[in-house]
């Protein structure tokens, strides 16, 4: 595919356009002057991009794009709290908060500024991912702390908690969610290195846990990790440390940041809920964010610590891949994964969007 994509460098403070041609990425321009940016989002229409700054003042620069990959800046807005993860939906756009424990909703004006002050909630220590469903029903946060996720929607423009689920076991921390259809939601647990696949009831919001896998490599020797916060408990020398995690049709991806791995598992084909391990690719160190290409045929990575940025072309068919007979005893997997491109960014590519 062909496009234009935005890399926020948390570390530089910039904003680096690219152009994404055949699987190679070539970097136009970089933008200055946007310390701490560390989350991009769009708006429904595609034609508004936020990028959030985190600090002492956590601040929000709201984008209009237009086609052939321009943007220019057309406000700012102050959010209450330090974010770790902004989301855009048709009624606003929403943020958690890790350090402030709490996430926010802020209404916006047909202009992509806000029209009102922000409503904020707060259901559990170090929240670190905000998304809404598909069908826009029900906006969902981690706590990754307090080991829950919390449904919200919005309803005569108030802010509604309308559900909280647990998360097991005591210390798994739930950190990011993905989406793969309107019924189905993925959570990647921090400290225990597990991908849950939860139902949702889409009247209600609330989930029901119908199967889980590792993504921990078994040779890796991880012991359980713990959250990181000011006064928290000391961080073992091996933990495991999972980040960030996607949906391509049937197959899912998980970062591991201790073992600069990418996991990759399947779906299951059969008659009810399951995920299998395909491969474990080693990465960019420290991968932290991740993204899919808008058609699902290219996956990207960033290192937190290696100022670079992988490019995978995706296989989907993984029993193809395996000689066409998944069950075999003797099957020959070759990963889904296949390295296209890797180009040096600026110091911790934190986030990546796509532009129309």
């Known amino acids: 595919m062909n496009c234009h994509i935005v890399i926020a460098c948390r570390a530089e403070g910039t904003l680096e356009l690219h152009r994404f041609s055949n699987g190679i990425l070539e970097r136009l321009e970089v933008m200055h002057g946007f310390d701490g940016v560390n989350c991009l989002a769009y708006d429904a229409s595609g034609q508004r991009l936020y990028a959030s700054q985190t600090g002492e003042v956590s601040r929000v620069s709201v984008f209009n794009v237009f086609p052939g990959g321009d943007i220019e800046v057309a406000g700012s807005f102050d959010l209450p709290h330090q974010t770790a ?35 904020v909630d707060s259901f559990g220590e170090n929240s670190h991912c905000i998304v809404t469903a598909p069908d826009g029903r029900h906006t969902y946060a981690t706590s990754l702390r307090a080991d829950k996720i919390a449904a919200y929607s919005v309803e005569d423009s108030q802010l509604r908690r309308r559900s909280v689920a647990s998360v097991p076991p005591l210390g798994s921390g739930p950190r990011h969610l993905a989406f793969a259809g309107d019924s189905t939601l993925f959570a990647l647990t921090e400290m225990s290195g597990e991908v849950i696949e939860f139902q949702r009831d889409l009247e209600s919001g609330e989930l029901t846990e119908v199967s889980r896998a590792s993504i921990v490599p078994p040779s890796a020797g991880l012991i359980q990790g713990v959250a990181r916060y000011s006064g928290g408990p000391e961080v073992p ?120």
């Open 85 to 119: 993860y902004i989301s855009v939906a048709d009624d606003g756009l929403w943020s958690a908060s890790y350090h402030g424990g709490n996430i926010a909703f802020v209404p916006l004006t047909p202009d992509g500024l806000p029209a009102g002050p922000a409503q």
């Open 237 to 356: 020398e091996r933990p495991i440390w999972a980040a960030d995690i996607q949906v391509a049709g049937e197959l899912v991806f998980a970062t591991e940041r201790t073992t600069s791995t990418v996991t990759v598992l399947e779906r299951s084909k059969g008659t009810g809920p399951g995920l299998e391990v395909v491969d474990y690719v080693s990465t960019e160190a420290r991968p932290r964010a991740s993204a899919l290409s808008p058609d699902g045929a290219f996956y990207f990575v960033g290192g937190e610590t290696s100022e670079h940025v992988s490019v995978y072309r995706v296989a989907h068919q993984v029993a193809a891949i395996q000689g066409g007979n998944a069950t075999a005893a003797n099957a020959q997997k070759t990963s889904p994964l296949h390295l296209v491109c890797r180009i040096k960014t600026g110091e911790n590519p934190a986030w990546f969007a796509f532009l129309p």
